[in-house]
């Protein structure tokens, strides 16, 4: 079946630095979505990518859809303690049923 | 209401018990998600419904699992003979009718444990 393969899996950064993860399909996806979900919580969508090469920003995020359609990327700036949390990608695969990545685990060190 | 809500928050059953997990999405949206999501993964797409036809159900375990969605507003999936494989929490999610497929709300979802 479809999969997406996040990396990194768990991230232990400084409040302050800079995020980057990735995510990439076997399969080309027409829509890339990145979701936070924090603890207790169901997913939240942050950023929606709907063509090749297209770079979109939601405050200190940029998603990026790769131009191979197989890839996205997001990257968070200047991370502060609400950003910790878990990042999925998914996209729409079928129609409306969309497929989740295993996710990234953002954790921020004091 | 607000947005999705489901119920129960929590549900502790036994082996080979019935359950029954209730979704109530937000007021209009036609179409309405169910995903699964073990600890530590992403969520897992279930089965879902326009109205209350069930358009895709190719992700239900097996068929131990089913959903109805019988007036087009609250959905029900319901798990027989629970196993303990079955522990995971239960999401839903609803869709406004005029959004593609990524506007989807999710819910608070419901942690099953089948002990």
Redesign the interface.
């Given at each position: 079946g479809q999969q997406l393969n996040q990396s990194p899996q768990s991230m232990f950064i400084q409040e302050g630095e800079d995020v980057s993860m990735n995510c990439t399909s076997s399969s080309i996806f027409n829509t890339w979505l990145w979701y936070k979900q924090e603890p207790g919580e169901g997913p939240v969508l942050l950023i929606a990518l709907y063509k090749a090469g297209e770079l979109t920003s939601n405050g200190r995020l940029t998603a990026q859809f790769g131009i191979t359609r197989k890839d996205s990327f997001l990257n968070i700036s200047a991370s502060i303690p609400s950003d910790v949390g878990i990042y999925f990608c998914a996209g729409p695969f079928r129609d409306d049923k969309i497929i989740f990545g295993k996710g990234t685990r953002l954790h921020i060190l004091p | 209401g607000a947005g999705?809500s489901q119920s129960p928050r929590y549900k502790v059953t036994k082996r080979g018990q019935d359950v029954a997990l209730r979704c109530d999405p937000i007021s209009g949206h036609v179409?309405l998600?169910w995903?699964r999501q073990a600890l530590?993964?992403?969520?897992?797409?279930l089965t879902?419904f326009n109205y209350e036809a069930q358009?895709?159900k190719?992700?239900l375990p097996n068929d131990r699992f089913s959903a109805e969605r019988p007036e087009g507003s609250i959905s029900t999936l319901t798990i027989q003979r629970t196993e303990q494989r079955d522990s995971a929490m239960y999401?839903c999610?609803s869709?406004h009718p005029s959004g593609?497929?990524?506007?989807?709300y999710?819910?608070?979802?419901t942690r099953l444990l089948v002990l």
């Open positions: - | 999705v179409s998600y995903y530590g993964q992403g969520p897992e797409f879902y358009q895709d190719s992700g999401r999610a869709r593609s497929g990524e506007t989807q999710f819910g608070p979802g």
